[in-house]
């Protein structure tokens, strides 16, 4: 699809210029620019989730993270976006003064980041850019399916992202287990408890953001018995003692991989929101499905 046309906010390409992994893009949910990650260049993933709009068929072969292009790539995006040179790119020349803010450096992209073994070293480099830079203001989030959060390279990374305003923004899509196998397919298998459990652990002193994408399964929305499981995991997160600082409700935004898989209508997502706010006190925002078409 030919995005030229297109409002910069549905734009999510994870290429900019000639940088391996480094590519601004406008976020919805950022409220302006966020800086995206993409360490897992060769599209690996532990999920295969249905909703995914990652075609996994093509891989770049390139996947050992270069630490060093990863930090001069970090800099000259957050130079341009703090000079306002990026705001001159017919990409993002026509963002509404108001959104024209640097929100965060995100570490998302093509698959799971955590799992990569060196993960913690490309967080310190994102924090030493910010650092250098004297962007002390941009947050550093971690987009993450939850499944690492107790690995070694994780546990390093977290003082680093205590230290440095960095946020988890972790996924939880499902309540029950079979659901969650059939939404979120991990490969090799974990339970949703574990998934649960990791949460709560993190968030134990810093509040998590909870990421929860709802759709419709060949036409059938999740059930009600599905969605009162999903009220109940968040309660376990609260009742362990973790901190939720927001749910993020969102729906399929771009095409997905599997055809079985589309958007929830507005009202449709409107009623899960108004469902969590009755059944556990947490602050929740809802993002409409946009339909844009596939990626480039």
Not at 124 to 140: G, M, N, S, W
């Amino acid at each position: 699809m030919n995005l030229s046309n297109q409002p910069p906010i549905f734009d999510h390409r994870r290429q900019w210029r000639d940088c391996r992994y480094v590519y601004p893009v406008l976020s919805r949910r950022s409220q302006g620019l966020s800086i995206g990650v993409n360490l897992n260049l060769n599209k690996a993933c532990n999920f295969a989730c249905l909703y995914c709009q990652i075609d996994r068929r093509v891989s770049r072969k390139d996947h050992d993270v270069d630490l060093d292009v990863l930090a001069g790539e970090l800099r000259l995006a957050l130079e341009e976006a703090l000079d306002g040179r990026l705001w001159e790119e017919p990409r993002f020349a026509r963002v509404a003064a108001e959104l024209r803010r640097i929100n965060d450096i995100a570490f998302s992209g093509d698959g799971e980041p955590t799992c990569l073994e060196n993960f913690d070293q490309a967080v310190q480099v994102a924090a030493d850019v910010r650092l250098h830079l004297r962007a002390e203001q941009v947050k550093i989030v971690v987009l993450t399916n939850a499944t690492q959060l107790g690995s070694p390279q994780f546990d390093r990374a977290l003082p680093i992202l205590h230290a440095h305003n960095g946020e988890i923004w972790a996924k939880l899509d499902a309540g029950t287990q079979a659901y969650f196998l059939t939404v979120n397919r991990p490969r090799p298998v974990v339970s949703l408890d574990q998934i649960v459990w990791n949460i709560t652990r993190i968030s134990l002193d810093r509040p998590v953001v909870i990421q929860s994408l709802f759709f419709k399964i060949d036409g059938v929305p999740p059930p009600p018995e599905e969605l009162e499981a999903y009220c109940g995991r968040l309660k376990d997160i609260l009742a362990g003692g973790g901190k939720i600082k927001l749910v993020q409700a969102h729906t399929i935004a771009r095409s997905p991989a599997s055809a079985s898989a589309s958007a929830l209508a507005d009202a449709e997502l409107d009623a899960i929101a108004d469902q969590v706010r009755r059944r556990v006190n947490v602050p929740i925002e809802v993002y409409y499905g946009l339909d844009v078409g596939p990626q480039e």
